[in-house]
Structures are given as C-alpha cells and as structure tokens.
C-alpha cells in the first residue's frame, strides 16, 4: 500500500479512543495531522505531541463539529496552516442509551446535533475545500445492522450518517473524492469500557467469530487503506468492522 506522504488528515473528535489512534495511524503512514477536538484540550496535545515526536506534523483545533461556524473554522485554519485538507475522517459522536419510551429531547437533539449535523456540516465543506481526489471516511456503527433496546436513536443517527455519506459520494465523485463509512463493533476504548461490568464485556465479545472486543488499531487500519490511492475506487460503501458479529 503506498503511504501518505503529504497528505493532510483531518480526523474530528480525534484527542482519545478510536479517533485518536486513527490520528497516529494516519500518521504513522506520512500524512500530516489535524486532531480536533470539542472539550479535551490537553489529551488533544498529547496525540500532537506523540505524533511530532513520532517525525511527522500534527496541529490541534478546537472546534463543535455540530456548529457550522466551528466547522468553517477549523476547516480554514488547517489550510491555512497545511495549505490543503485531503483526508477527513468524521469519527467526533456521542452515544446516549435509552429506551425510545423514556428519551428525553435533549437526548435525542444532542445525538441528532453531534452524529448527524455534524457530518453535514463538514461534508457542506468538504465540496469546496476539500482537495481534488481526496477522501473521506465516516464513522457509522455495526448498531445500524442489530436490533438492540436501547440503542435506537444512536443508530438512527449513525444510519443517516451513512446515507449522507453515499449521496455525498455521488455528489462529490467528480472531483476524484471517495467517500465510504466505517461501521465499527463492540471496540475496547476507555469510553466503552467504562461502567460496563466484566460479564458484559464478556457477552458482547462473544457475539463474533473471533470472541473478543475490536481494538481501536483494527479500526485505524481499516481507514488507512480507504485514505489511500489504492482505495480510491471504493466509494458509497458501508465497511463493517466488527469480526463477524453482523
């Protein structure tokens, strides 16, 4: 697979979890990273610093990915600072459990805000500033292929995220931009581990081939390879990453 020298990455949501690790893989790989980040100033530099002292270039923004005023910021500054954006990687979401019966609005609008229109609004600006025969890749969830209680409105979010993404494909192919969605399964991150017991764990590694959780590595380099030349003919596609589990 030939690398990503000189290429531009911009992964949202990148300063922990998978994000992050898409970062240092991306990196790792040649390209040259914008790590953004809503909350988590401190853990977005220490991806940039990991990665510089790795030998590439990394920069963190700041930015909302569910305001468009944020988006177009964080889009100009990378340009203005790498002179182009080739790579997006849409990874920046919450998932927020409840039965659809006990879901409050502000559940259901933050997820809507966040998942939702937070990939319109970098895809909105991705079409002009994104550079010709870029790619992108989105991150969606096995969720969209189960049927688990509680995960309803997370996985509508994340299945609007993958029609976006394969009109956008349609819409943008003429300037050479490949636009795919990653659908990741159960992924060991601190995130996910978090409060969940070790029967759980358990349980949910169990429900594919290889009876364990994902990692986020197993993630990162699924979206290499789609960031890459020898990818650029996959388009519009839905790739699960999730050991078989559905």
Same mark, same amino acid.
Request: glycine share 8%.
């Given at each position: 697979?030939?690398?990503?020298?000189?290429? !531009?990455?911009?992964?949202?949501?990148?300063?922990?979890?998978?994000?992050?690790?898409? $970062?240092?893989?991306? $990196?790792?790989? *040649?390209?040259?990273?914008?790590?953004?980040?809503?909350?988590?100033?401190?853990? %977005?530099?220490?991806? !940039? +610093?990991?990665?510089? @002292?790795? *030998?590439?270039?990394?920069?963190?923004?700041?930015?909302? !990915?569910?305001?468009?005023?944020?988006?177009?910021?964080?889009?100009?500054?990378?340009?203005?600072?790498? *002179?182009?954006?080739? &790579?997006?990687?849409?990874?920046?979401?919450?998932?927020?459990?409840?039965?659809?019966?006990?879901?409050?609005?502000?559940?259901?609008?933050?997820?809507?805000? &966040?998942?939702?229109?937070?990939?319109?609004?970098?895809?909105?600006?991705?079409?002009?500033?994104?550079?010709?025969?870029? /790619?992108?890749?989105?991150?969606? =969830?096995?969720?969209?292929?189960?049927?688990?209680?509680?995960?309803?409105?997370?996985?509508?979010?994340?299945?609007?995220? @993958? @029609?976006?993404?394969?009109?956008?494909?349609?819409?943008?192919? /003429?300037?050479?931009?490949?636009?795919?969605?990653?659908?990741?399964?159960?992924?060991?991150?601190?995130?996910?581990? +978090?409060? +969940?017991?070790?029967?759980?764990?358990? #349980?949910?590694? =169990?429900?594919? %081939?290889?009876?364990?959780? *994902?990692?986020?590595?197993?993630?990162?380099?699924?979206?290499?390879?789609? $960031?890459?030349?020898?990818?650029?003919?996959? /388009?519009? #596609?839905?790739?699960? %990453?999730?050991?078989?589990?559905?």
């Amino acid at each position: 697979m030939s690398n990503l020298k000189e290429k !531009v990455a911009l992964i949202t949501g990148s300063s922990r979890g998978i994000g992050a690790e898409i $970062a240092k893989t991306l $990196a790792k790989n *040649g390209a040259k990273i914008v790590v953004n980040y809503a909350g988590s100033k401190e853990a %977005a530099e220490n991806v !940039v +610093k990991e990665i510089i @002292q790795n *030998g590439s270039e990394a920069i963190a923004i700041q930015a909302d !990915v569910s305001r468009k005023e944020d988006v177009t910021r964080m889009f100009d500054q990378a340009i203005a600072y790498f *002179g182009k954006v080739d &790579i997006l990687v849409n990874n920046a979401g919450v998932m927020l459990n409840s039965l659809i019966k006990d879901a409050t609005d502000d559940l259901f609008e933050k997820q809507m805000n &966040i998942n939702v229109k937070g990939v319109f609004n970098t895809l909105r600006e991705a079409s002009t500033k994104l550079a010709d025969n870029g /790619s992108i890749i989105n991150l969606s =969830s096995t969720v969209t292929r189960t049927i688990f209680p509680t995960y309803g409105i997370y996985s509508a979010s994340k299945a609007a995220v @993958q @029609q976006l993404s394969r009109v956008f494909a349609k819409e943008t192919g /003429s300037r050479g931009i490949n636009v795919n969605c990653v659908l990741p399964g159960p992924t060991g991150t601190d995130l996910f581990l +978090k409060g +969940k017991s070790e029967e759980l764990i358990t #349980q949910l590694a =169990s429900t594919n %081939a290889f009876k364990r959780l *994902g990692t986020p590595d197993d993630i990162a380099k699924i979206v290499v390879f789609l $960031a890459s030349d020898e990818a650029k003919w996959i /388009s519009a #596609q839905n790739i699960g %990453a999730n050991g078989a589990m559905a």
